[in-house]
């Protein structure tokens, strides 16, 4: 009876072997089918994930397009606002000018009225000088100058020759001997030679 029961217990132990390793088996086989089963599900979802990145492509051509547009508007706008200035600075570009000038005016029919009211020179020529310098400040102030002459070498950028005079020495050739007609500079340009006779 024991050696039979041995037998008996080997042959269940024997069986719930082979069921155990049936068991792992389908195990195995299950997990195989999992994983082609999720394989074909992500090769099912690899079209979706392409077409997100397509999707943010496009949104983000649509914000540059936007963005586009509202720098063309933009400079447009610069540009036309631009053309406004530079039409009204061409207009009105002497306005400087003339309100530095409109105090001498003043000056000088003030003067012409109080000429009629006297008889003495010295008090026109008096007035007519504080008037010339007032008049030469206003100037300097918009940054007009006259061009230096006096015993000043003769320079084509500067002066422009309209007289010869022989006969002056050494000392004098190329040298300014008289301005005829004064000129000027604004800021450092000369807007008109100095007419002058030169020592030969």
Known sequence: MKEEEIKNMEEEEILNQQEESQETDEAVDSEANDTVAGDSVSSNNEPSEEQDPLEAAQAEIEQ??????????????????????KAELILNGGEK????????????????????????????????????QKF?????????????TDEADFDT????????????????????IDCLQTGYQLNDKVIRHAKVAVGQ
């Open 157 to 176: 950028d500067l002066h422009e020759a309209v007289a010869m005079v022989p006969g002056m020495g050494d000392d004098k050739k190329g040298k300014v």
């Open 64 to 85: 540059l397009k936007t963005q586009i547009l509202y720098k063309t508007a933009e400079f447009d706008n610069y540009r036309k606002r631009t053309l406004k200035e």
């Open 97 to 132: 000018a003339v309100s530095a000038i409109l105090p001498v005016i003043d000056d000088m029919e003030r003067a012409i009225e109080n000429g009629e009211k006297t008889d003495d020179p010295a008090v026109l020529r008096e007035g007519m000088e504080l008037i010339y």
């Open 136 to 148: 030469m400040k206003a100037l300097e102030g918009l940054g007009v100058k006259k061009i230096d």
